[in-house]
């Protein structure tokens, strides 16, 4: 964690845009070595926190936006302005939604995708809304213990539904960043 957020302060980005990139970066070498990189860019949703309604103590109260992850984009530092970039706009056109609305907007796409069938290919250009979900979530700060044995990691599980490609969680645990796929 400390050298993710030493490359954000040193390039003036942010915590998760280096985590998107390091994803991307990964994403395109594994693309390339297969033969599969697409042309264009890959397209992340990426979960976003939204304000709990007034009385609201269970559920998740998350909405969604869509970023290039510029994986058509070989040089990793360009490529991490363009994530940088897009990750920005995203931000800006999700604030001028309400939150309420974000909500219902989140909700009908994830039913969207939950209704889609399985798509028994994997061209990664013909996905419906996205290409993969990536979610960055903050952890326990601490270290934990079970037994008296140190927890070394905390490893999430993610789930697919129907034409959803690829799930990254990152699950930030003490000082490091756990990676699920």
Do not use: W
Not at 16 to 35: F, P
């Amino acid at each position: 964690l400390n050298r993710i957020k030493a490359v954000a302060k040193a390039t003036e980005t942010t915590v998760n845009d280096v985590v998107l990139a390091v994803c991307a970066g990964a994403l395109r070498r594994y693309l390339a070595e297969s033969r599969d990189l697409p042309n264009k860019p890959l397209i992340a949703t990426i979960p976003v926190a939204l304000p709990r309604s007034q009385g609201q103590v269970a559920g998740n109260s998350v909405g969604g936006m869509n970023a290039s992850l510029a994986t058509d984009v070989k040089d990793a530092g360009k490529r991490l302005r363009a994530i940088h970039a897009s990750v920005r706009a995203a931000k800006s056109q999700f604030r001028r939604i309400p939150p309420a609305l974000n909500k219902v907007f989140s909700s009908i796409g994830m039913l969207a995708m939950m209704l889609m069938p399985d798509k028994n290919d994997a061209d990664s250009e013909q996905a419906k809304f996205t290409n993969l979900t990536i979610s960055n979530v903050p952890g326990p700060k601490a270290t934990l213990y079970l037994n008296g044995a140190e927890l070394d990691g905390m490893y999430p599980v993610s789930v697919l539904s129907g034409d959803q490609r690829l799930n990254i969680t990152v699950l930030g645990y003490h000082e490091g960043l756990h990676f699920g796929f």
